[in-house]
């Protein structure tokens, strides 16, 4: 028997027909959906005069547009507002279950998925955005969709895709102390740049990856679109089984012992080929922060900001813009440099663990006073755990306020926009130009760098501490 990668096995079973010279029809397991690229498809499919194919297998809930301060109020902006009420509406006509604002189940739409048990190893898992990869964490094929494909999905169930090309990046070695899976995710994306994994699906496997939790490997695979890949993976182990194991939808009694078994499968074959490969050592990665205006562009905090020294052409410009845009200059210390924003949050780093992460850290400190800190919670089962812990009074003592559930300043889509020109330490996975709020600048980090940077008042190390 052909030796199969992992990526091939999931794929290759959903495989519903080749189209000659052309692309897959593949089944998709599970389809999420969210108030922003849903409105459109389920207008075509009135325009078509169709019904949703199987509902059950989509679930619906709202992040982008959401305020994250007095959900309980009606929306303030008149497109969110009815963004949000028309996911609402199509959710009911077409028998979809809906997480909407106030309800148990709401939260950013890939934080939901892992923590109900919708998310399981083996599926494939679609939505309209680009940070599905997210669920590939649990050894599932998750990526983004257009707002056609997402069409496409609620009328059959398949999907029309080419095959992606296959890489492994394997990191191996002892992790120092204070760097986590952003971290690793971070360095990464530096090494091979924002375009090296473009056509490809990423299996991560070494042991860096292995001593991650589920909620640290969410946070990779979340990120693995960053270096131009179709979504990235990680092999399903006794962690993800654990992980799963009687979550709300979750299979149960001789169904689970079944799933097991088929999940501990999911591995990929000795001498199976990948397209590409990419060795790192565990030890080389130190707590990482970004300067520029790409994923791409990070360093680690002890390093100086590169120069533009050997580059050429285009490369050199956008650098040099990339520069201006965030007023920094070439060869300078990142260090120290002055902040006036910090979030914690998003489908990147928004999970219990992010916040308990944050919260150990400023424990019996105070919050810097030149920093507006925004803490949102990923759902509502997140913050509801945040409270159970008792980490609000951590944060509240240390002089922080914890929000309600959104995407929030992930992307300036809602109320939480930083302003023209500050400085902002966040925790989520894009530092584009305005990305989050016109003329705002990003600096992208990990939970616990962001707080150390929000006690200190710049950018921080916190193993320098």
């Known amino acids: 028997m052909e030796a199969k990668t992992l990526f091939d096995k999931i794929w290759d079973a959903h495989v519903v027909k080749q189209v000659e010279g052309g692309p897959n029809v593949l089944y998709i397991d599970r389809h999420f959906i969210h108030e922003v690229t849903s409105p459109v498809a389920f207008l075509g499919l009135k325009n078509r005069g169709l019904k949703v194919f199987r509902p059950a297998q989509t679930t619906a809930t709202p992040d982008h547009n959401v305020p994250t301060e007095n959900q309980h109020l009606s929306i303030v902006d008149e497109m969110s507002r009815n963004q949000v009420e028309m996911l609402r509406r199509n959710c009911e006509e077409h028998g979809i279950t809906h997480y909407g604002l106030g309800n148990d189940g709401h939260g950013v739409v890939h934080i939901i998925g892992p923590e ?7 599926m494939t898992i679609v939505c309209g955005d680009s940070h599905t990869s997210t669920h590939g964490a649990f050894g599932a094929v998750a990526f983004g969709i257009g707002t056609s494909e997402v069409e496409m999905v609620l009328a059959s169930q398949c999907i029309m895709q080419p095959k992606p090309k296959k890489m492994l990046i394997t990191v191996n070695g002892e992790l120092k102390p204070n760097v ?15 375009s090296g994994g473009t056509g490809h699906f990423i299996e991560f496997a070494g042991t860096a990856f292995e001593q991650l939790t589920m909620e ?37 009694g001789e169904d689970w012992d079944k799933a097991v078994a088929y999940w501990k499968t999911l591995k990929t074959d000795e001498g199976a080929e990948f397209d590409m490969a990419y060795n790192f050592d565990a030890a080389d990665i130190e707590p990482m922060i970004t300067y520029g205006t790409n994923p791409g562009m990070g360093i ?46 998003s489908c990147t780093n ?7 992460t944050f919260a150990n850290y400023v424990k019996g400190k105070k919050k810097a006073d030149n920093v507006v800190a925004w803490l949102v919670p990923g759902s509502v089962a997140v913050e509801k755990q945040i409270r159970e812990e008792g980490l609000v009074e951590i944060l509240e003592a240390a002089g922080f306020e914890l929000r309600q559930p959104g995407c929030s300043a992930c992307l300036a889509m809602n109320p939480d926009k930083v302003p023209a020109g500050k400085y902002a330490v966040s925790t989520t996975n894009r530092n584009f130009e305005g990305r989050q709020g016109p003329g705002a600048r990003t600096l992208l980090a990990s939970p616990l760098v962001a707080a150390a940077c929000a006690i200190t008042g710049k950018v921080t190390n916190p193993s320098d501490l």
């Open 180 to 194: 986590t899976a952003k971290d690793i995710v971070l360095y990464i994306i530096a090494k091979i740049s924002t």
């Open 300 to 345: 680690k905090i002890s390093e100086n900001i590169p120069t533009s020294e050997g580059l050429v052409g285009n490369d050199k410009v956008s650098f040099l813009k990339s520069l201006e845009y965030m007023g920094f200059n070439e060869g300078e210390a990142i260090a120290g440099k002055p902040i006036d924003y910090v979030f914690l949050g």
């Open 350 to 356: 928004g999970r219990i663990e992010d916040f308990r």
């Open 216 to 252: 640290g490997r969410m946070t990779v695979c979340n990120m693995s679109i960053e270096c131009g890949a179709r979504g990235g993976l990680i092999a399903p182990d006794e962690k993800t089984i654990e992980y799963v194991k009687g979550r709300q939808f979750a299979p149960k």
């Open 116 to 122: 109900q048990g919708l998310t399981q190893p083996g």
